[in-house]
Nanobody, 121 residues
Framework: QVQLVESGGGSVQAGGSLRLSCAAS????????MAWFRQAPGKEREGVAA???????TYGNSVKGRFTISRDNAKNTLYLQMNSLKPEDTAMYYC???????????????WGQGTQVTVSS
């Protein structure tokens, strides 16, 4: 089993930045592929960014050029650097992991509890 714990959420004004972290209990083949998702009230869960064990990243269209996903395998930690934040980025952000490359599809086996990001105009 893999436990994922997100942190770093908070409230920020439009144009600001936040860095989310996701600490995994361990990095194994089950965490070869990791991703960030977000879900706003009344909306479906949306894939934000995904990364494989070699650092190759995929981004959703709405965050390209503003968000950067990265991972530190030595620290068992996944990151999401969010710049130029917009009010529409407001959501609960979740990290996810799996041994299968689901990219931005919400079919990962392991999920964290989420961290709230609120962007005010």
């Amino acid at each position: 089993q893999v436990q994922l714990v997100e942190s770093g959420g908070g409230s920020v004004q439009a144009g600001g930045s936040l860095r989310l972290s996701c600490a995994a209990s361990k990095f194994t083949y089950k965490t070869d592929y990791m991703a960030w998702f977000r879900q706003a009230p009344g909306k479906e869960r949306e894939g934000v960014a995904a990364i494989d064990g070699n650092g190759f990243a995929t981004y959703g269209n709405s965050v390209k050029g503003r968000f950067t996903i990265s991972r530190d395998n030595a620290k068992n930690t996944l990151y999401l650097q969010m710049n130029s934040l917009k009010p529409e980025d407001t959501a609960m952000y979740y990290c996810a992991a799996d041994r299968i490359d689901w990219l931005l599809m919400p079919r990962y086996s392991y999920w964290g509890q989420g961290t709230q990001v609120t962007v005010s105009s």
